[in-house]
């Protein structure tokens, strides 16, 4: 089993959809989680972290799932400019910070 | 402020010569990370950096690749000699190891080994 899995997509939805994603990982001693975003032939970048009781940034809600080991991220009121492949981060601390990336969803979405 | 910042941004080059790719990580940040990117087996941490000592080095392919930290400001990977194979985007991250903070990544270095 990977130790962090994604379904690759693509997911297309049409403009206005809500769309969900989920990421699961295998090592319950995770400590940290990120949802990155990535556009084509571009670096990954900071989308938001996730937080334990669940946050929310704008259109964004982000979701951890510690006892089913999963993380989820939720777009409401997609827009055009949110096609891209969205990549989660499972980080384990400790004396060695051990960061896995997942595969990427890939979301498309269509006017 | 500036980010993480590599070069060069393009490379193309023969099979067979030396590639030297650098990074400058973001001031305060003391890990850094290399990763390699491809449509097949998508992002691939190569190494990783604490207060410049390598700390894991085991994705790093096989012997031609290697990596070095001189200082805080500056990190090099270098693949000697290149293949059709390494060919790829690589990108350099970092971030403070205090915290698990997220990574900050460069815009990475577009490698083409003919």
């Known amino acids: 089993r990977k130790e962090v899995e994604q379904d690759p997509g693509p997911f297309n939805v049409p403009e206005g959809a809500t769309v969900a994603f989920n990421c699961t990982y295998s090592?319950?001693?995770?400590?940290?989680f990120f949802w990155y975003r990535q556009d084509c032939r571009k670096e990954p970048k900071l989308l938001m972290s996730?937080?334990?009781s669940g946050n929310e940034d704008g259109r964004f809600t982000a979701q951890l799932n510690r006892a089913s080991q999963y993380i989820s991220l939720l777009i409401r009121d997609s827009k055009l400019s949110d096609s891209a492949t969205y990549l989660c981060?499972?980080?384990?601390?400790?004396?060695?910070?051990?960061?896995?990336f997942g595969t990427g969803t890939k979301l498309q979405v269509i006017p | 402020d500036a980010g993480v910042i590599q070069s060069p941004r393009h490379e193309v080059t023969e099979m067979g010569q030396e590639v030297t790719l650098r990074c400058k990580p973001i001031?305060?940040?003391?890990?850094l990370f290399w990763y390699r990117q491809t449509m097949m087996r998508g992002l691939e941490l190569l190494i990783y950096?604490?207060?410049?000592?390598?700390?894991?080095d085991s994705g790093m392919p096989e012997d031609r690749f290697s990596a070095k930290m001189p200082n805080a400001s500056f990190s090099t990977l270098k693949i000697q000699p290149s293949e059709p194979r390494d060919s790829a985007v690589y990108f350099c991250?970092?971030?403070?190891?205090?915290?698990?903070?997220?990574?900050?990544f460069g815009d990475g270095t577009r490698l083409s080994i003919l």
């Open positions: 981060v499972v980080t384990k601390g400790g004396g060695y910070q051990k960061v896995t």
């Open positions: 950096f604490n207060n410049n000592v390598p700390i894991d």
């Open positions: 090592n319950s001693a995770s400590q940290s």
């Open positions: 991250a970092s971030t403070v190891r205090e915290g698990n903070q997220p990574q900050h």
């Open positions: 996730v937080y334990s």
């Open positions: 001031s305060g940040h003391n890990s």
